[in-house]
């Protein structure tokens, strides 16, 4: 707790991925979330808070589907765009939005609960990385955090959802671990945003930027590993693919995960790390299903190609 009250920083387990918490009402602390991961300043942060009344004194307005949206899935990977807080100018996006979650993970729940503060988080990685998904993925990309919290392996994942309230219609500004069929069960018809948010240029969400959850090799998507042409691409090669497709031949190492797609988004990054790790410069990625299932998880893998 003195860490995070003297302006520093946390590393912390969530269901989807490890955050890097800062106090959000402290524009030191965050200035070394943004320092430390080398993000730019133009990409907002998300808050963490632990209950729907610490979420609702961060809102200037508090619509009624954002208590049905929170009754339903808070504690969870959803997060709710809302408008800011008339006193709080300096959280949240360059407009006049907050993003606010509360996180399902017994860890991050007792720290937001034991330090009383808020916590901006984005995941504890260097900007455009692969996101981490156990504590030792955030020492290695992030080695002078000065604390770091060991919770396992996160369970889903993958970054939260992200859903836009102040729109007329609720708008889908991050694909993430909770589907749109569930969100749909709530708040009927979603928006999904069709446009890129430019770099430089300020938007209500993060996840929103061209390039982003990359690994140091090259990345690229092929509809069909079989044809892929590997000539001319960086050596060694490495491939990635789910269960249920057809083997390649290549003799790199080849990552397997599940053709469930909230299976295979749990194991993403980790697999990304452990090719990595590896020493692949290139990996050729089997173009998973598109279907809606599978939304998030072509996001993920579109911005890490690009």
Known sequence: MEILRAGSVVAFPTETVYGLGADAFSPGAIG????LKNRPSWNPLIVHVASVPAARELAA?????ADELAARFWPGPLTLVVRRA?????????NDTIA?????????????????????????NRSESISPTTAEHVIRSLPDVPLVLDGGPCSWGIESTVLDLTTEVPTLLRPG???????RDVTGSIAVRDAEAADGTARPSPGMSRRHYAPRAKVVLMRDLRQAD???????LATLTYEGQPATDSSGTVEILSADPREYAADLYAALHRLDDAGAATILIQEPPHTEDWLAVRDRLTRAAA
Request: overall charge positive; charged content about 15%; cysteine-free.
């Open 32 to 35: 070394e979330i943004y320092r």
């Open 230 to 236: 590997r000539s001319g691409l960086p050596a060694p």
């Open 100 to 124: 606010i979650r509360i996180p399902a993970h017994e860890v991050a729940l007792r720290l937001l609960e034991a330090s009383g503060l808020p916590l901006a988080a984005p995941s504890a």
């Open 86 to 94: 008339a006193h709080l100018a300096g959280v949240g996006a360059d």
């Open 61 to 65: 307005a508090w619509p009624a589907v």
């Open 177 to 183: 671990a909770l589907s749109l069929r569930a969100l």
